[in-house]
């Protein structure tokens, strides 16, 4: 599946996929690891009881993100993207199966130019989801998290006095030990996101402007001629080698 998916795109959405299914798979893990430990990691300096260092967690990690969190999006990109690539990949091994069969050259290349709009459509539309997730991701998080947070409890009181007094002299502040690491992992994500969107554009006027049929732009067919030119560069090179051995022999 690995290889059949690295031969089936062009050489700019090979390396989309790298990128994808191990750069940003290892950012994903790395957010699922904190955010498995984040409540052990984020204390404060008044050591309150479980009760007010969840609701202080909750308010800090609604500063972070008002509508998703980093993990989420990160899962939701990788999942969707993923998702992509299986239905052409799938999409491809059946039609490629199709041209074999066919007898007629002209019957093959009708179905090479359906693949090749397939594989249009299949990389606009990850462009166009990354984009979007970019906007969302933008607005909805805080790159540079902060270093120290100021919590203020919640605590009921009837007198409007007293509230003030009692939040002024019962604020708290936290921090999360792992910030720093958060805030990286937030400015990799982004990156990450550009580069594949970048990549994705490059691709697309690859396949525009390159006059080469689709087919001869695919990876797997460039690593054959590849290695079918260095076989035939070799084997002049053995022959005159051995000719050169008969005549030292003689």
């Given amino acids: 599946m690995f290889k059949l998916a690295l031969t089936s795109q062009t050489i700019f959405g090979a390396v989309q ?10 950012v ?22 479980d009760f007010t260092r969840q609701l202080c967690y909750d308010k800090y990690t609604s500063t972070m993100s008002s509508l998703l969190i980093p993990q989420d999006i990160v899962a939701i990109i ?41 594989y249009n459509i299949h990389v606009v539309l990850r462009i166009v989801f990354l984009g979007v997730m970019i906007v969302v991701f933008c607005s909805s998080q805080t790159f540079n998290l902060p270093s120290v947070f100021e ?9 409007k006095t ?7 002299e019962s604020k708290m502040k ?28 490059t691709e697309l006027l690859q396949l525009k402007l390159t006059r080469k049929p689709f087919q001869e732009m695919l990876l797997g067919n460039v690593l054959e001629v590849t290695n079918n030119h260095d076989m035939e560069n070799l084997l002049p090179t053995e022959n005159n080698s051995s000719g050169e051995t008969k005549n030292a022999c003689y």
């Fill in 78 to 118: 990788y999942s969707v993207l993923c998702f992509c690539w299986i239905c052409y990949l799938l999409y491809s091994a059946v039609t490629r199966r199709q041209i074999k069969r066919e007898a007629s050259p002209s019957q093959q290349q009708t179905q090479w130019g359906k693949l090749s709009c397939v």
């Fill in 151 to 159: 919590c203020i409890p919640h605590t009921p009181q009837t007198n």
């Fill in 17 to 26: 996929f790298f990128v994808v299914l191990f750069v940003l798979g290892s």
């Fill in 162 to 168: 007293v509230i003030l007094v009692n939040q002024t």
């Fill in 174 to 201: 936290c921090n999360d030990l792992h910030y720093k690491e958060k805030s990286y992992l937030n400015i990799v994500i982004l990156v990450i996101e550009t580069l594949v969107v970048m990549l994705g554009i």
């Fill in 28 to 49: 994903l893990g790395a957010l699922q690891f904190y955010h498995a430990n984040d409540r052990l990691t984020f204390s404060c300096s008044l050591k309150p009881d």
